[in-house]
């Protein structure tokens, strides 16, 4: 029976767990730290004092939004898809999540791996810290599970049956059709208030149909096109990261959905912390490297993507024979260009979201001075509405690249 754990029920809960009881030993009286900072769910960390290498964590979604309060009734369900995922992920990228000590529906609650050597990718481009390998792991977890759960992969039957298990993650998704594609560009109740960067909306995000129609086009997409199963919620704050080693948490969103999705949330974050260093410390140096790590992201992940291509069998798209090698290239060629052109528009909904609702990015909205926030935050709307606008003048990675240098080019404070 479902019942919310708190650091005075958690020892006798996982004490019945032999897996967890095998990682933190027989410890009546575990170190328990409650160090969620995300939006939706509590973590806590659990030690053995007497052995502080044993330790795991408890992640455990509550029946209402964390960051709003009991108040804002949400399902848990969250949590079965969160494992759900996690579960797929470790078979198809172990390397690159946590691994799992013990999953519970019933108590929506996951028992994995504390990665206790890394700290949120968030956190470190915000202090203009380099990771050598983070760009290429992303790309590499964006390859491997889109396309490996893709319809180019995956045999129709087998593959249906997987979207069966991730077709009711309902409230997730309605969470992302409002707050990422319909609340932030019009007057809701939700919506963050900065004065310079609501005056800034009303005349330039709330009034521009053309830009509207487009973000609700991206909306269909999101609704209505099932590439493959997403992380969904792949941003800065979803990456534990180190100099060596990059995971993935946080996959409570997942759901079958368009490709570029993850790829543009995730190019959207590395833009959004570039603007924040225009006021940073980082300056035209970390920015440079930020902007590198988007073409390391979508060069990695384009190649990859491609590998498993040529080495996959026979799929619900394709079987040997249908198409000559010729076409076959010229089909990925294509495909590809439409993927960055989907990708762009996906991350200019992010950058939008992000700046105008409610669930913002420390990156900028940790920045104490009103005045240099809004600037920040207008550039990134008019980035937003730069990267929607000409997405489909778009033929590559370089394309994109010489759009954003030359925005981050423009003096603006
Ligand atoms: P939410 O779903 O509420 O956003 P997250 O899964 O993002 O929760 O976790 C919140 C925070 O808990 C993360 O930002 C991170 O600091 C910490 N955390 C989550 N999983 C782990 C883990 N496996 N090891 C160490 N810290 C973790
Ligand atoms: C109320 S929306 C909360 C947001 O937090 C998560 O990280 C997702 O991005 C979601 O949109
Ligand atoms: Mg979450």
Not at 185 to 213: G, V
Not at 222 to 247: C, I, P, R, W
Request: hydrophobic share 45%.
């Amino acid at each position: 029976m479902y019942k919310i754990l708190d650091r005075d029920t958690l020892p006798a809960y996982l004490a019945t767990i032999p897996e967890v009881v095998a990682v933190l030993g027989n410890e009546p009286d575990p170190d328990i730290l409650e160090i969620g900072d995300g939006n939706l769910n509590f973590v806590y960390r659990v030690t053995n004092p007497k052995d502080p290498s044993r330790v795991v964590i408890v992640k455990q979604a509550v029946p209402y939004l964390r960051m709003v309060g009991e108040e804002w009734p949400l399902g848990r369900d969250r949590m079965t898809y969160e494992i759900r995922a996690l579960q797929l992920y470790n078979e198809l990228v172990p390397d690159l999540v946590p691994t799992i000590y013990h999953a519970d529906e019933e108590m929506s609650t996951l028992v994995m791996e504390y990665l206790g050597d890394h700290i949120i990718l968030r956190f470190g481009m915000i202090d203009g810290v380099t990771y050598p390998h983070v760009a290429e792991h992303i790309g590499q977890f964006m390859a491997e599970t889109l396309f490996k759960t893709s319809a180019w992969s995956m045999p129709s039957e087998e593959r249906r049956q997987l979207m069966d298990r991730f077709t009711l993650n309902a409230e997730l998704c309605k969470l992302t059709e409002e707050f990422i594609f319909t609340f932030p560009y019009m007057e809701h109740d939700s919506n963050y208030s900065n004065p310079a960067t609501d005056q800034w909306a009303r005349e330039n995000i709330h009034t521009d149909t053309h830009y509207k129609l487009d973000v609700l086009a991206f909306k269909d997409l999101f609704v209505s096109k099932a590439d493959a199963l997403l992380h969904a919620d792949l941003h800065s704050g979803s990456l534990m990261v180190n100099q060596t080693e990059s995971y993935v948490i946080d996959m409570e969103f997942a759901y079958f959905g368009p490709f570029g999705f993850d790829v543009g949330k995730v190019i959207s974050n590395f833009l959004l912390c570039c603007t924040s260093h225009l006021h940073r410390p980082g300056g035209a140096d970390y920015r440079a490297w930020l902007i590198d790590q988007i073409d390391v992201i979508w060069t990695t992940f384009a190649t990859r993507f491609n590998a498993l291509w040529l080495e996959a069998g026979d799929s619900a798209m394709l079987i040997d024979g249908l198409l000559t090698a010729a076409e076959f290239e010229q089909l990925r060629e294509d495909f590809m260009v439409e993927l960055l052109r989907e990708s762009v528009g996906f991350a200019a909904c992010s950058m939008a979201r992000r700046t105008l609702g409610i669930a913002g990015v420390a990156d900028i909205r940790d920045i104490d001075d009103l005045d240099i926030r809004s600037t920040l935050e207008i550039s990134n709307l008019q980035l937003s509405k730069q990267l929607m606008n000409e997405r489909n003048a778009l033929s590559s990675i370089d394309d994109l690249l010489a759009l954003v240098r030359h925005h981050y080019e423009q003096p603006i404070l």
